[in-house]
């Protein structure tokens, strides 16, 4: 190791003069000795990942144990190019047919059931310049009576700024002649293989994660999957440039966009549900109907994830949840419903 004169701790560099390897006591070996891996963990990543540009040549209308469509080491980056819940590609051609048709699989080596495969949404760039929605509210999110005086439910376009990062209705309605939005990009649908061998439906969503519709899967959050079967077979789809909650219409502004993740393994993490965080919160995902259901798995979660890593006792945790948990809404069109447990990271006790 050297110092450069005048550096702080930020500034220490490696010169290693053998090629380094992962062993399984977690050291590396340098120059001047072994290192603890986790020490210089977040120094080596940069020289050892790759980054994999993923050209899609066929979709997946269900998330399961697919043939892989590209292989990758764990920590790598992938960037690949979606196409939209219909199948559109940027250019207007019809690619696939819907739902929500995924890029993918993608095999991490090394990842086992057991795992959990981290996923950091590095980025979304929108790559077309329209988008799309329903035109009238979804009819199970509305009285039973009030749905027969509902619009029809028409396939309404979007114009995309991609320069100004705005989106507005094209044509616009009365009333909404100044409706503008700010692009706020999502992923709408992306998981792993579920267990036993399932293929399920890009509609629906489970344990393994699938069409979620959380506004919170967005760049600068990382989301974890149970692993369920070898290489987790990472799926990614269904992208939109904006969403409420809810996605109440049955859509979000539905687009293409090119999205950038990173996929690591981390090993026997044992999770049951997805869960995530971003700068200011940890989540849990619950995904099930009916709604309290959904509610129960994300709560349950919660409760394990606080009382595991974070290790605190039941009645701590149950303090804690009982006063500071937020409850976000998911997808509460499809066949299964998500729910969202989150907690401010500032009143988490230090792991």
């Known amino acids: 190791m050297e110092k450069p004169a005048g550096g702080g701790a930020r500034a220490w560099s490696f010169r290693i003069r053998y090629s380094f ?5 977690h ?17 080596l990543y940069p020289f050892c990942m790759t980054t994999h540009r993923f050209i899609a040549t066929k979709w997946h209308n269900t998330l399961g144990t697919h043939p892989p469509a590209i292989t990758i080491a764990s920590g790598d980056i992938v960037i690949t190019e979606t196409i939209d819940a219909h199948g559109i590609d940027k ?14 699989p993608i095999f991490v080596t090394g990842a086992e059931p057991g795992d959990a495969l981290r996923v950091e949404i590095l980025r979304m760039t929108p790559i077309r310049a329209t988008g799309w929605t329903r035109g009238a509210l979804a009819a199970n999110v509305v009285d039973p009576e009030f749905v027969r005086g509902l619009p029809p439910r028409d396939k309404i376009s979007w114009r995309i700024d991609r320069q100004g990062l705005t989106t507005a209705l094209d044509p616009a309605v009365p009333g909404l002649e100044d409706f503008v939005l700010p692009l706020e990009p999502m992923i709408g649908c992306f998981g792993v293989a579920p ?30 999957f149970p692993v369920a079967a070898p290489g987790a077979l990472f799926f990614l789809g269904d992208c939109h440039a904006a969403q409420g909650d809810g996605e109440i219409v ?7 966009f090119e999205v950038e993740v990173r996929l690591t393994v981390e090993k026997s993490r044992n999770l049951t549900w997805p869960r995530g965080e971003n700068a200011t919160d940890i989540f849990s995902v619950g995904n099930a109907r009916p709604l309290d259901q959904a509610l129960q798995h994300a709560t349950t979660d919660m409760f394990n994830w606080l009382t ?44």
């Open 250 to 256: 049955g859509t979000g502004i539905e687009t293409c």
């Open 21 to 25: 390897s992962r062993s399984r006591s």
């Open 308 to 351: 595991g890593e974070f290790g605190l006792s039941p009645a701590a945790a149950s303090h804690l949840m009982g006063q500071v948990v937020r409850y976000d809404v998911g997808n509460v069109f499809d066949p299964a419903y998500t729910m969202v447990c989150r907690i401010e990271k500032k009143w988490l006790p230090k792991r």
């Open 195 to 224: 267990a036993i061998g399932q293929a399920l439906s890009t509609d629906t969503s489970a344990e393994n994660g699938g069409n979620m519709d959380y506004r919170g899967f967005c760049p600068g959050a990382t989301v974890w």
């Open 91 to 104: 250019d207007g051609k019809e690619r696939a047919p819907e739902p929500n048709p995924m890029n993918g």
């Open 27 to 43: 050291f590396v070996r340098l120059g001047l000795g072994r290192v603890p891996l986790a020490e210089i963990a977040p120094l």
